[in-house]
């Protein structure tokens, strides 16, 4: 199975651009690559997602390497209400093993 | 519109006892799935549904079932509890497989 790496954690400050790097370089031509997050005390919440194009959506922008064995999620203004665990995950568009690793963990500061 | 809602919010368990966990969706869903997020970790696959009537194993089923017998509910079942079963308890649902599911709020589950 496909496999992301994550930093453990990252630290923010408040409105300022945060980018969330994602690493999967056994990535096949069929995975997407998801974005989740989950606050405290909540579900997972979708965030974006993307397959070889870099996307733009009201919460965030997902840039993808040429070689598609890395992304960024990128959060254009942090607030303190993105601090939460950002999960990247990969997934075939028809294959449901959707595996959520233990993701980074953001700290957004005042 | 409710989205994903999830009860009892909170449940303790002794040892053998079974229950079912309720999940269910207003948005017409067709996919439906079970994750277990224990303390510090991601969230793991139990089973998941692509329609009524169709359900499949996901990473961890062991200890539990599933049934599809309606698009809006997709129930998890306890056969015999464990205390390794306590954790939390997410359902989610999604238009087409794995694309934008949405979560609901989790059942937190406590067996002693």
């Known amino acids: 199975d496909a496999k992301t790496t994550q930093p453990n954690s990252m630290e923010s400050n408040e409105e300022e651009p945060v980018h969330l790097p994602c690493n999967h370089s056994t990535i096949s031509g069929t995975d997407y690559i998801h974005w989740y997050r989950q606050l405290p005390s909540q579900g997972p919440e979708y965030v974006i997602h993307g397959l070889t194009s870099n996307v733009n959506n009201r919460m965030a922008s997902l840039a993808i390497a040429e070689d598609r064995k890395s992304s960024t999620l990128i959060l254009h203004r942090a607030t303190l209400r993105d601090a939460a665990v950002y999960y990247c995950?990969?997934?075939?568009?028809?294959?449901?093993?959707?595996?959520f690793g233990a993701g980074t963990r953001l700290t957004v500061k005042p | 519109n409710a989205g994903v809602t999830q009860t009892p919010k909170f449940q303790v368990l002794k040892t053998g006892q079974s229950m079912t966990l309720q999940c269910a969706q207003d948005m017409n869903h067709e996919y439906m799935s079970w994750y277990r997020q224990d303390p510090g970790m991601g969230l793991r696959l139990i089973h998941y549904?692509?329609?009524?009537?169709?359900?499949d194993q996901g990473e961890v089923p062991n200890g539990y079932n599933v049934s599809r017998s309606t698009t809006e509910d997709f129930p998890l079942r306890l056969l015999s509890a464990a205390p390794s079963q306590t954790s939390v308890y997410f359902c989610a649902s999604s238009r087409t497989v794995l694309v934008e599911q949405y979560f609901g709020p989790g059942t937190r589950l406590t067996v002693t």
């Open positions: 995950i990969l997934g075939a568009y028809n294959n449901n093993d959707m595996r």
């Open positions: 549904s692509v329609g009524a009537g169709i359900t």
